[in-house]
């Protein structure tokens, strides 16, 4: 039976259905292995490095596997003892902070009193407990939803035990697995989806890669920046907002509200969050001017618009697991896009010819 036009659509449209059925289906155990696939990704040019000069594809992923989680776990024993003393050492000044707040508040609220009816501020005082018991609970429950899910245990001592022997495996059979995949393609259209594949790695390589290095870079320069100032928590605050950027703006944007704060509430003055004001600005100006355009680059086809809609979309759907598989399922739908809009501008559709010819 030949296969029509319509034939291909219902069998792509099929596939495809199945695909986010079966991701629906294996949400809860696909952690791991979506992780290691990240992580096997980013590696992979490394691995070609090491071919290069000389190393066999599985020695050059042993060593690629063993040094990368090696760091990681290095990194985690460095930072957290420090993240955890400046987090005892926060919880020690709380009251102190919440007296210092009061304080900065009292002139504002007498000026309030002062301008306002009795009416009116007994509505600002049921306001505003309406909505800090609101947003208790919703944290709370959060919190509660967070810590005592069926598969947090299994999740976290997954990521832990099967990520690197799916980094590992998939890191030395790449080239492998990427050529069976290319002899699956429909030969018809071979040359096609291979361009097409291109630029999705593009796109990824670009942006994944390059907002990654991004990221900690400006994790360590926030960290660095804020411990130097004297800001409590400056250390944790920094290390956030820096991992926090890879949704643009998230990061920059919620660790200033974050660091304003905790500097308002320490310091009697206006000195330490000045200095804080002046860490974020500097490190505004070295993403924008230095890390994203030598890192990123300006032509990856993700806006930023677009990549917040689709990290949260992700995040809503599948939770951690779809802010995962938010980028590349992004860069597929752009580079798809792409595509048949330029197919659509070179067609008779578009152009209006009478003979209806024109690309297909």
Same mark, same amino acid.
């Given at each position: 039976?030949?296969? =029509?036009?319509?034939?291909? @659509? %219902?069998?792509?449209?099929?596939?495809?259905?199945?695909? +986010?059925?079966? @991701?629906? @289906?294996?949400?809860?155990?696909?952690? /791991?292995?979506?992780a290691g696939m990240a992580i096997a990704y980013l590696l992979d040019p490394l691995a070609h490095r090491?071919? %290069?000069?000389?190393?066999?594809?599985? *020695?050059?992923? +042993?060593?690629? =596997?063993i040094a990368f989680f090696l760091v990681m776990v290095t990194a985690g024993l460095l930072l957290v003892p420090l993240i955890e003393q400046q987090v005892a050492e926060f919880a020690v000044r709380v009251p102190d902070y919440v007296h210092q707040l009061f304080r900065r508040a009292d002139p504002l609220w007498r000026s309030a009193k002062a301008h306002l009816s009795a009416k009116d501020l007994e509505q600002i005082r *049921?306001?505003?407990? !309406?909505?800090?018991?609101?947003?208790?609970? #919703? $944290?709370?429950?959060?919190?509660?939803? @967070?810590?005592?899910?069926?598969?947090v245990v299994v999740n976290v001592l997954s990521l832990v035990f099967i990520t690197p022997v799916v980094t590992f495996y998939l890191l030395r059979d #790449?080239?492998? &697995? =990427?050529?069976?995949?290319?002899?699956? $393609? /429909? %030969? *018809?259209?071979a040359v096609t989806i291979r361009e097409q594949l291109h630029q999705i790695d593009m796109t990824l390589a670009g942006f994944v890669r390059g907002q990654a290095l991004v990221c900690v870079t400006l994790g360590a320069f926030y960290g660095v920046g804020l411990t130097a100032v004297g800001l409590d928590l400056g250390l944790v605050v920094g290390f956030a907002a820096g991992l926090g950027s890879f949704? /643009?703006?998230?990061?920059c944007i919620s660790g200033f509200l974050v660091s304003m704060g905790l500097s308002l509430a320490q310091s009697p003055d206006w000195t330490l969050p000045g200095m804080v004001s002046g860490v974020f600005l500097a490190g505004n100006l070295l993403e924008g001017y230095v890390l994203a355009p030598k890192l990123?680059? !300006?032509? &990856?086809?993700?806006? /930023?618009? #677009?990549? &917040?809609f689709a990290l949260l979309a992700g995040g809503a759907l599948f939770g951690f697991l779809g802010i995962l598989l938010a980028l590349p399922v992004t860069a597929v739908i752009g580079v798809l896009t792409r595509f048949a809009l330029s197919r659509y501008l070179a067609s008779s559709l578009y152009r209006g010819?009478?003979?209806?010819?024109g690309a297909a």
């Open positions: 039976m030949p296969a =029509t036009r319509d034939n291909k @659509l %219902r069998f792509w449209l099929a596939g495809f259905a199945v695909f +986010v059925l079966l @991701l629906f @289906l294996l949400r809860g155990i696909l952690l /791991p292995f979506v090491l071919e %290069r000069a000389g190393l066999s594809r599985s *020695a050059a992923t +042993v060593v690629i =596997t *049921a306001a505003g407990g !309406e909505y800090a018991g609101t947003a208790a609970s #919703w $944290l709370a429950g959060f919190v509660t939803r @967070l810590v005592t899910g069926s598969l #790449w080239q492998g &697995i =990427t050529r069976r995949f290319d002899n699956w $393609l /429909p %030969r *018809a259209h949704i /643009p703006y998230l990061g990123v680059g !300006e032509k &990856i086809g993700l806006h /930023p618009v #677009w990549v &917040i010819d009478a003979d209806g010819g």
